[in-house]
């Protein structure tokens, strides 16, 4: 049975942090920020909106889209690094305030690539046949756990959500490969420790150029499928320097890759979903299209999908 998305949500908090703002609180520059990174501003969550309410709002609007009941929900994956507390999960805490009550529910640690594995999680699923239909979110608080000190770190993240409900589609439809995978020798490199984010970000980059580009070209290749058949590519939202990488190793034109890394900045593992859900409104996705959605994290993990949309 093949499982593909029959719907996207997202939520962003209101506040906009912009680069003019972080000027004011540490030795940074817009220029010195845009030129490195990409981005221009980023959205962050009032202190009295947690993790489990943004991914309550994106998942709502992820059912609503997909016109499916949480009743028909079994199974609610959520992709986070920055749960509200250590237990109960969030997907616990959202089953509860979607009325999902058949759904199991569990969170899916693997930073910034965790939508990547929580969405094959799913398509395993219901491939097996076990499930029906799989609700998942990847969504982060990242501004509890940034260091607003350290301008090499504090200028990259923001926090948002993105969900998606997964479930059968026809022959030829949905997830066509996948790639996941992980080395752990190199989480050193991007980790928290104590309360913070810590990054060696010339590792990190190094790694990321490499991986995204040769994961891109893998499940193109176990999908039988080449460059030239990509309508859209959809990397992990961290840097414009490492998407742009990534983009020119398929050989693609700039309006085949979604860029939202300019407005919302690192979103972690919200990032992926929150991309798709900006060029669904935008009507830039179509029936048939052949997407490529690429990511990588701490861990180190990383994860790619080719996927055909449509029902």
Same mark, same amino acid.
């Given at each position: @049975?093949?499982?593909?998305?029959?719907?996207?949500?997202?939520?962003?908090?209101?506040?906009?942090?912009?680069?003019?703002?972080? &000027?004011?609180?540490?030795?940074?520059?817009?220029?010195?920020?845009?030129?490195?990174?990409?981005?221009? &501003? +980023?959205?962050?969550?009032?202190?009295?909106?947690?993790?489990?309410?943004?991914?309550?709002?994106?998942?709502?609007?992820?059912?609503?889209?997909?016109?499916?009941?949480?009743?028909?929900?079994?199974?609610?994956?959520?992709?986070? #690094?920055?749960? *509200?507390?250590?237990?109960?999960?969030?997907?616990?805490?959202?089953?509860?305030?979607?009325?999902?009550?058949? %759904?199991?529910?569990?969170? #899916?640690?693997?930073?910034? =690539?965790?939508?990547?594995?929580?969405?094959?999680? =799913?398509?395993?699923?219901?491939?097996?046949?076990?499930?029906?239909?799989?609700?998942?979110?990847?969504?982060?608080?990242?501004?509890?756990?940034?260091?607003?000190?350290?301008?090499?770190?504090?200028?990259?993240?923001?926090?948002?959500?993105?969900?998606?409900?997964?479930?059968?589609?026809?022959?030829?439809?949905?997830?066509?490969?996948?790639?996941?995978?992980? *080395?752990?020798?190199?989480?050193?490199?991007?980790?928290?420790?104590?309360?913070?984010?810590?990054?060696?970000?010339?590792?990190?980059?190094?790694?990321?150029?490499?991986?995204?580009?040769?994961?891109?070209?893998?499940?193109?290749?176990?999908?039988?499928?080449?460059?030239?058949?990509? *309508?859209?590519?959809?990397?992990?939202? %961290?840097?414009? +320097?490492?998407?742009?990488?990534? +983009?020119?190793?398929?050989?693609?034109?700039?309006?085949? @890759?979604?860029?939202?890394?300019?407005?919302?900045?690192?979103?972690?593992?919200?990032?992926?979903?929150?991309?798709?859900?900006?060029? @669904?409104? =935008?009507?830039?996705?179509?029936?048939?299209?052949?997407?490529?959605?690429?990511?990588?994290?701490?861990?180190?993990?990383?994860?790619?999908?080719?996927?055909?949309?449509?029902?």
């Amino acid at each position: @049975m093949n499982a593909g998305i029959l719907g996207l949500g997202r939520y962003l908090p209101d506040k906009i942090v912009t680069n003019a703002d972080l &000027e004011k609180i540490m030795d940074t520059s817009d220029e010195w920020i845009r030129t490195r990174t990409g981005i221009e &501003e +980023r959205r962050i969550a009032n202190d009295d909106i947690d993790t489990s309410d943004m991914a309550y709002e994106a998942a709502k609007a992820a059912l609503k889209n997909a016109e499916i009941s949480a009743e028909e929900i079994d199974l609610i994956l959520v992709a986070t #690094v920055t749960p *509200d507390q250590s237990f109960p999960s969030v997907a616990c805490m959202i089953q509860e305030k979607l009325g999902a009550m058949k %759904a199991a529910a569990m969170d #899916v640690s693997a930073a910034c =690539a965790g939508f990547m594995y929580a969405m094959i999680t =799913a398509q395993q699923f219901i491939q097996s046949g076990a499930y029906k239909h799989v609700l998942i979110v990847g969504v982060e608080k990242l501004s509890k756990v940034t260091n607003w000190e350290d301008r090499n770190t504090a200028v990259l993240f923001g926090d948002g959500a993105g969900a998606a409900v997964l479930g059968p589609v026809s022959d030829g439809k949905g997830v066509l490969s996948f790639e996941l995978g992980a *080395d752990g020798t190199g989480g050193k490199h991007l980790l928290q420790e104590g309360d913070f984010i810590h990054m060696n970000g010339r590792e990190v980059f190094k790694f990321a150029v490499r991986q995204m580009g040769e994961s891109s070209l893998g499940v193109l290749d176990k999908a039988g499928l080449t460059k030239e058949d990509v *309508d859209l590519l959809v990397p992990h939202q %961290a840097n414009i +320097r490492i998407m742009e990488a990534s +983009r020119e190793r398929l050989g693609l034109p700039l309006e085949k @890759m979604t860029k939202t890394v300019h407005k919302y900045g690192n979103t972690s593992s919200a990032s992926i979903p929150m991309a798709l859900v900006e060029e @669904m409104e =935008a009507g830039r996705i179509k029936d048939n299209d052949l997407i490529v959605m690429v990511g990588f994290g701490g861990g180190l993990t990383w994860g790619a999908i080719a996927l055909r949309w449509g029902k």
